[in-house]
Nanobody, 129 residues
Framework: QVQLVESGGGLVQAGDSLRLSCAAS????????????MGWFRQAPGKEREFVAA????????YYADSIKGRFTSSRDNAKNTVYLQLNMLKPEDTAVYYC??????????????????WGQGTQVTVSS
């Protein structure tokens, strides 16, 4: 069992930046875990949860949704089992609850929320115009 704790959301103006963090830790004392991938998704009111970014834990390869490519960057700190999402040039349409997700097993693809086993509590990002 893996626990994910997110931080870093907030209220900003269009064009501003934010950095989200998501730290993974074992929920059960004494058990170790190895991450396979971590992802970021977001959900705006009345909309479905959508893929934002993901990072392959073994080689650091990153994947991004077209809507945020060039503005958002995902990175990781292996030693801390932490993934970051740097959000630059924020737009009002980026307003959503952002969730991080993780998995410890290899599955095909990183874009579908169904391929992840663990989820953070979500952090609100609000961008005013």
């Amino acid at each position: 069992q893996v626990q994910l704790v997110e931080s870093g959301g907030g209220l900003v103006q269009a064009g501003d930046s934010l950095r989200l963090s998501c730290a993974a830790s074992r929920r059960t004392f004494g058990r170790t875990f190895s991450l396979n991938a971590m992802g970021w998704f977001r959900q705006a009111p009345g909309k479905e949860r959508e893929f934002v970014a993901a990072i392959n834990w073994s080689d650091g390869r990153t994947y991004y949704a077209d809507s945020i490519k060039g503005r958002f960057t995902s990175s990781r700190d292996n030693a801390k089992n932490t993934v970051y999402l740097q959000l630059n040039m924020l737009k009002p349409e980026d307003t959503a609850v952002y969730y991080c997700a993780a998995r410890t097993v290899l599955r095909p693809g990183v874009f579908s929320p169904e391929t992840y086993d663990y989820w953070g509590q979500g952090t609100q990002v609000t961008v005013s115009s």
